[in-house]
């Protein structure tokens, strides 16, 4: 089993790569990000379709992963309405820019290489369980490629809902098709996924909400 999620894994990380041939434009990015600023720069801002939860902080995320999440919506993978149309109305291009423009936003205070605030023992073995620092890093910002989300200080109430919506099958607004987290999803209860949640969202990472004007 271990052996087969390893293969998946590095399928995983082929799929989502940034093309390489694509250069990143911060300024270019950075004109681009009107149409995100009216959610991801307002701080505590929450979604209320198709679920409840704060919309994620996105400001220094790493740019690989804002590009494969971009993607994955336009594709369908991810099941988001609002973000669907927004990433069906991005070329490749302009999703490398805006991933670089905010990626580059990222907090200056350094992160530990190990968590200071150490897990609960139910949460640590929740945590072994799902093998989850092997990807995501021992201090949860840190991944083994950036193609991972950082985690560390994301909002815990949207790591919740993401998390759950890779058990979800069949529906039409929600659910997220990605084998390798559906299959690490499923095996944990709604409770302990929000245990997962509530912890990461707890630790001190690099990510933030930046506050920008709505009319430059």
Do not use: W
Not at 83 to 94: P, V
Not at 170 to 180: K, Y
Request: a positive charge.
């Amino acid at each position: 089993m271990i052996h087969v999620l390893a293969l998946a894994l590095v399928a995983t990380v082929a799929m989502f790569s940034t093309p390489s041939a694509l250069a990143q434009d911060i300024k270019a990015g950075e004109r681009n990000a009107a149409m995100c600023i009216g959610c991801h720069g307002i701080p505590g801002y929450q979604s209320s379709f198709p679920e409840v939860h704060r919309v994620p902080m996105i400001a220094g995320q790493n740019a690989k992963y804002i590009v494969a999440s971009l993607q994955a919506y336009k594709k369908g993978d991810r099941k988001h309405p609002t973000m669907r149309a927004i990433a069906q109305g991005l070329t490749d291009q302009e999703m490398a820019d805006l991933a670089a423009f905010y990626e580059q936003q990222a907090g200056v205070a350094p992160v530990a290489a190990t968590p200071a605030k150490q897990p609960s023992a139910q949460v640590a073995e929740l945590l072994k369980r799902g093998n989850c620092a092997s990807c995501h890093g021992e201090n949860y910002t840190k991944a083994i490629d950036p193609s991972y989300p950082k985690l560390a200080g994301q909002h815990a109430d949207y790591l919740f809902v993401a998390l759950k919506s890779y058990q979800t099958e069949g529906q039409q607004v929600v659910g997220r098709n990605n084998a390798i987290m559906a299959a690490i999803a499923k095996q944990y209860t709604t409770a302990e996924l929000r245990q997962i949640a509530n912890y990461l969202g707890s630790l001190p990472g690099e990510m933030r909400t930046v506050s920008q004007a709505r009319f430059r």
